[in-house]
């Protein structure tokens, strides 16, 4: 495992420790912390506090007789056998957790023009997630964000402003950081991206044909 | 295993032990009479009551029960590790889609516990819990609904106050520890 430079910011690890956080960001967290054991140490910390908390709440004790009958139907269940679940590994470039939002199935990518392509892992009223795919040495058109975006490197690399970001690394850009990403020259750059709102281009898409994209 | 050292473990720690070595159902019953009740707090916090609140201690107990092999206590409390698995579930049935996680890492029985690294985490676990315990009703508070997902990420954002530097670098060596035996399994 190469070291990372950029991480999850930590209020942002808390946020996703405690369940506030919508899917597309848990999304990235989930994909991050499968590669970066900095950042897994800093949510296991958070579950720590948690944990802490839990244990020192009032217990429910109006419900004795609740949990009585309750802890009789777990102990007559512990033998059973437990109940299928799909368990999703990492497959390529992919963690875990981009293959359990693939189904895991390989991305069926979308052209968004100049090369560049998408498919879109979830979108709701919250947000949406997406992977992204960059030719070598091309520009993603510049854009500022309404809200926050988080974007992890998946495969190959990108530079902007801020920085140059490799495999693992996130991205964090809120709504003041206006940037024009491109993806270096070796291999494509795939990335995984996430934002709470809608992404403003500057050029490349009218911002009228962007809900048809859903970009 | 040392049963000295493990003897000083804290008590909850201590059972989850016992359930993961030795399938202990004795140990499991003292688990879920102590954290049913606190989950039920936890669920009842986001108006979770009732039947809707039994489904899902009952299915947090007994993935503490099946899952009891990937317990590390150098990388978590019993408590932390319940915290987990209340929150993964509890998203799950708010949510239409799973939770995403990261992906699991540990090593089934394992020959060599790290007890010493069970035995410093709880010691600051402790020491965590009494500053808790130390802190002005109104912090308590806001901690408490940081913690229970009570409020929003960017309120999130401006909570401090919880010595958890200590905690952070005791996960992180056993962590370290952790890929060294997993590296040294695949070079067998
Ligand atoms: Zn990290």
């Not at chain 1, 919250?126 to 960059?134: A, H, P, Y």
């Not at chain 2, 309120?155 to 996960?171: A, D, F, M, W, Y």
Request: net charge negative.
């Amino acid at each position: 495992m190469s070291p990372m430079i950029h991480h999850i910011p930590e209020h942002l690890i808390r946020a996703y420790a405690v369940g506030g956080l919508p899917q597309g960001f848990s999304l990235v967290v989930a994909a991050h912390i499968s590669v970066c054991d900095e950042c897994r140490a800093r949510l296991e910390t958070e579950e720590m506090a948690g944990g802490a908390i839990l244990e020192a709440l009032a217990p429910d004790t109006a419900t004795d007789g609740r949990d009585t009958a309750l802890l009789a139907a777990v102990m007559a269940e512990l033998d059973d056998p437990a109940p299928a679940e799909p368990v999703f590994v990492r497959s390529g470039i992919f963690p875990a957790p981009v293959m359990q939002a693939l189904d895991g199935r390989p991305p069926r990518w979308r052209p968004l023009g100049a090369g560049i392509r998408q498919t879109i892992l979830n979108s709701d009223r919250e947000g949406s997630v997406r992977l992204l795919f960059i030719p070598p040495g091309e520009a993603v058109p510049d854009h500022s964000h309404n809200g926050l975006e988080l974007t992890m490197v998946l495969q190959g690399s990108f530079h902007d402003e801020t920085g140059a970001f490799n495999v693992g690394d996130v991205e964090v850009a809120d709504g003041t950081l206006e940037h024009s990403p491109v993806a270096g020259t070796g291999a494509p750059c795939i990335c995984l991206a996430a934002t709470d709102a809608p992404l403003r281009f500057r050029r490349f898409l009218p911002r009228l044909l962007q809900p048809v994209f859903r970009i | 295993m040392d049963n000295d050292a493990e003897s000083r473990l804290c008590e909850q720690t201590a059972w989850l032990i016992a359930v993961r070595d030795n399938r202990d159902r004795d140990a499991f019953a003292r688990l879920f009479e102590f954290y049913a009740p606190r989950i039920r707090t936890m669920l009842a916090r986001s108006g979770r009551f009732g039947t809707a609140a039994d489904d899902i201690i009952q299915d947090v107990m007994l993935r503490v029960w099946r899952k009891s092999a990937q317990f590390d206590p150098a990388r978590a409390s019993a408590s932390a590790w319940i915290y987990r698995i209340a929150r993964n579930r509890h998203i799950d049935v708010i949510r239409k889609d799973a939770r995403p996680v990261p992906e699991e890492l540990y090593i089934e029985n394992t020959a060599e516990p790290d007890a010493a690294g069970g035995l410093a985490l709880d010691q600051e676990s402790r020491r965590l819990r009494e500053a808790i315990g130390r802190l002005r009703p109104d912090q308590r508070a806001v901690i408490e609904q940081a913690y229970m997902g009570e409020l929003s990420h960017t309120e999130i954002s401006e909570i401090s106050g919880l010595p958890l530097g200590t905690i952070k670098s005791r996960i992180r060596l056993g962590l370290d520890k952790l890929r060294h035996e997993l590296k040294d399994l695949r070079t067998e």
